[in-house]
């Protein structure tokens, strides 16, 4: 990957960012271009802060970083970027997140998931790319029954609107590869977790809930499984995917993969819960006589959501030699250690505001 431009859209996002350092890490020259709009989500903050982690990546790199803030569903912004830097590589993880956001808000999703791929795709067809990654989902699963998830299942039922427009895009991308030849990969996540992650999801809102004395729900009265995976893991698998675009597939002849990356190792939400409970209280954010059962509520399935994902790594395996391999107790420690260390650094942030 030495010597190219390379496109990240949804960078400082929590995939984006962690894969935005690696990338600064591992080349010596070369340029990379964050692109995004700082959404307000979430708590601007934390963007912030991934960026300012960037930055520091940028400083010991050989690699040139440029950030440019802009929306990928503005046609005009997206071709001034291709039209000016003329990326060679196109890695587009730039989406409205959230499940259970897309029922009340699925303007925002139509906007960013479909309206924007169509237009980061039109910009590779008119400025031809060596390779285009983008970020699907293991939602577009739905609530299927066969377990682990085959690549090559159907998915075509959906059980909300953010997992139709990530299977829109899927659609996309391989009417783009099959029309125009651009080589194109599809990367369906599973459950992402870990450090500066995003605070709706359900690790990162369910530790703010129990530091600060709440309650937390557990949906579908406990019973629900899920594949975590670890940041590492993903950008792991993102990393070596890049570095190898798809040739024409043997049966029909078009440059274009799909790939889970996922723990392969589903997880009850209550073991999970209970384990994030034991680092908290290791390093001191809870009591050691923490009553675990006063604070947690067992609530019905709500909508949107599935009882269990489960990723079938078999072709990530076969293709790049590779299976996420971090657990949830590894990961949940790295994730409970960066937290504290974040929360204090914002508290003495606050007290110097404050004081000056």
Known sequence: MQKTTILVTGSPGFIGAHLVIRLLRE?????????DNMNTYYDTALKEYRKKLIEQAAKNSGAKHIFFEGDISSKDIVDYVFHVYQPDIVINLAA???????????????????IGFFNMLEACRKYPVKHMLFASSSSVYGDSKNV??????????????????????????????????????????????????????????????????????????????????????????????????????????????????????????????????????????????????????????????????????????????????????EGLHQFVDWYRKYAESNRQKGTTELNA
């Not at 080349?27 to 692109?35: A, K, P, Q, T």
């Not at 409205?96 to 479909?114: C, F, L, M, T």
């Open 148 to 329: 682990p998830f085959s690549v090559d299942d159907k998915t075509d039922q959906p059980v909300s609107l953010y997992a139709a427009t990530k299977k829109t895009d899927e659609l996309f991308a391989y009417s783009y590869a099959k029309l125009y030849g651009i080589p194109c990969t599809g990367l369906r996540f599973f459950t992402v977790y870990g450090p500066a992650g995003r605070p709706d999801m359900f690790y990162y809102s369910a530790t703010e809930k129990l530091i600060a004395g709440k309650d937390i729900n557990l949906f579908n009265f406990g019973n629900c499984m899920r594949d975590f995976t670890y940041i590492d893991d993903i950008i792991e698998g993102l990393f070596r995917i890049i570095q190898k675009a798809p040739g024409p597939d043997k049966e029909t002849g078009v440059p274009y993969r799909i790939y889970n990356i996922g723990g392969g190792s589903p997880v009850n939400l209550m073991d999970f819960i209970n384990t994030l409970l034991d680092e908290l209280m290791e390093v001191g954010m809870l009591p050691k006589d923490y009553d675990r059962r006063k604070h947690i509520r067992f609530v019905p399935m709500q909508p949107g959501d599935v009882t269990s994902t489960y990723a079938d790594t078999k072709a990530l395996e076969q293709d790049f030699y590779f299976r996420p391999r971090i657990d949830i107790r």
């Open 96 to 114: 409205q997140a959230g499940v259970r956001y897309s029922i009340e808000n699925p303007d925002a999703y139509v906007s960013s998931n479909v």
């Open 27 to 35: 080349m010596n020259e070369g340029i990379i271009i964050s692109l």
